[in-house]
């Protein structure tokens, strides 16, 4: 079948013309070794205007194949991820006005509904696994905090391809049962991120496998870029800022990519200011950008980047000790006027609370995060009256118990009927507001 799309190498221009071939070249640029690609498609974007049309009612990514890395729909595998709901989250909004005299709009992508496995990395389990499907590959490897190797391992099973997922020493145990309980082969590797990185990379090398190819992999590029499509399809404005937990960092360079397509098309104007949001426990890109910036971003800051090795976080989904692309993804975030903040851990399950008493959500702490992100930024100045926020919420509580036990406030047993008084609810509700409003004072 004719090639639709071809990809360019960033370091050298150098064009390859298809993903067979880029498979076949171990996923690297066959003139410089680069591995930075960005993919273009010969039909120009144009169309695409269609598509973002409001009104439509698309069931899941795949709307979207004209611009998504797959020549054959027959190749499709999907459980209808990528088409979820923004909904308007005016509890937050009526904060940022009341407290703070700001006025803003606040967007929430609701990721967590995503049908496959209930994170934002469905999206590229759909594209991935599609694209694997269409050249012949049944065996893949990867390393990830979690999420990642979750929704490969479903994607990948309804696919019949075999996965080998290389997981930290901490990655939840519920994500270790799902990627076995799919019929994939899981590697909990005694030590961290980097350290399953290394074991993963060897084992491709050795059993000669594709190895999923880490942040900058266009398969999870093109994929994470339909989001801004999203925005485009379904909001009447485009947002000013978006806010999202930041663990490698796939999610801003799909919205990076997006702008190279829309841009000329005058679809968009302004690129939304990235405000990315690490956890405080494991945060060296964070780290690395307050210290570029309040140096006024000298000569070379951009490759100035701590390493946390072994991170003792209690969010290991987003446990990206060594943040390799930082150098490029902080270049992207000062272009757009954004920042890199760190959320203090220790606070993420009160603002879970309150989303949960508030919006009838349970969300894990991948998904808290950014929402207290979203509260730092507005008491830290980085909202501006007029701005529109869309938030990424990535994830549900599915994966880690031991954060989903921290909803429980009170102990549930009793021994007799006077202990068990009526709840005035409403009342909880503002002590949790009361809870959110020390946090930041
Ligand atoms: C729920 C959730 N949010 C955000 C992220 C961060 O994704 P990235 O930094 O790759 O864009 C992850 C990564 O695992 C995640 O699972
Ligand atoms: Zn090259």
Redesign the pocket.
Same mark, same amino acid.
């Given at each position: 079948m004719k090639s639709k799309l071809f990809l360019q190498c960033r370091e050298c221009n150098h064009q390859i013309p298809d993903f067979k071939t880029w498979f076949s070249n171990w996923q690297k640029c066959d003139q410089c070794g680069g591995h930075k690609v960005i993919v273009h498609y010969h039909s120009g974007y144009e169309p695409l205007k269609k598509l973002v049309r409001k009104g439509l009612e698309p069931k899941n990514i795949w709307h979207y194949f004209d611009y998504l890395p797959l020549l054959d729909k027959k190749n499709i595998v999907t459980f209808n991820e990528g088409i979820v709901p923004i909904e308007r989250w005016d509890f937050i909004e009526r904060y940022a006005r009341e407290v703070l005299n700001l006025d803003c709009k606040i967007y929430v992508q609701r990721n967590d509904l995503n049908p496959g496995t209930g @994170?934002?990395?469905d999206m590229a389990g759909t594209v991935v696994a599609s694209a694997l499907r269409e050249n012949r590959y049944d065996n893949y490897v990867v390393a990830s @905090?979690? *999420?990642?190797a979750t929704a490969y391992s479903k994607y990948l099973s309804a696919a019949r391809i075999a996965l080998y997922a290389f997981i930290p020493h901490n990655s939840s145990i519920l994500q270790e049962a799902h990627i076995g309980g799919y019929g994939q082969r899981v590697f909990r590797v005694d030590g961290d991120y980097e350290a399953a990185k290394t074991m993963a990379v060897e084992f491709a090398a050795k059993h000669r496998i594709l190895l999923a190819a880490g *942040?900058f992999d266009p398969l999870r590029i093109e994929a994470k870029k339909t989001m801004v499509y999203e925005w485009l399809r379904v909001l009447k404005d485009f947002p000013t800022v978006y806010i999202? =937990?930041?663990?490698?960092? @796939? /999610?801003?360079l799909g919205i990076e990519k997006s702008f190279m397509e829309l841009e000329p098309l005058n679809l968009v104007s302004h690129l939304p200011r990235q405000i990315l949001v690490q956890s405080s426990k494991c945060a060296p890109m964070a780290i690395a950008w307050e210290k570029a910036r309040n140096s006024n971003f000298p000569e070379g800051w951009q490759n100035d980047y701590p390493i946390i090795k072994k991170p003792q976080t209690t969010i290991p @989904?987003?446990a990206t000790g060594n943040p390799k692309t930082y150098p490029f993804l902080s270049q992207f975030v000062r272009k757009t006027g954004g920042d890199i903040i760190a959320g203090d851990e220790s606070k993420v399950i009160h603002v879970a609370r309150l989303i949960a008493m508030e919006r009838s959500v349970l969300v /894990?702490p =991948? =998904?808290a995060l950014p929402v207290l992100g979203l509260f730092q930024a507005l008491h830290s100045g980085r909202i501006f009256n007029g701005d529109i926020v869309v938030l *990424?919420l /990535?994830?549900g509580v599915l994966r880690e118990p031991d954060f989903t036990q921290k909803y429980i406030t009170k102990k549930p047993m009793i021994t007799k009927l006077s202990e068990c008084q009526p709840l005035k609810r409403n009342r909880k509700i503002s002590q949790q507001w009361q809870k959110i409003a020390q946090l930041f004072t």
């Open positions: @994170t934002f990395k @905090t979690g *999420n990642i *942040n999202q =937990a930041l663990s490698g960092g @796939t /999610g801003p @989904t987003l /894990g =991948a =998904a *990424n /990535g994830e």
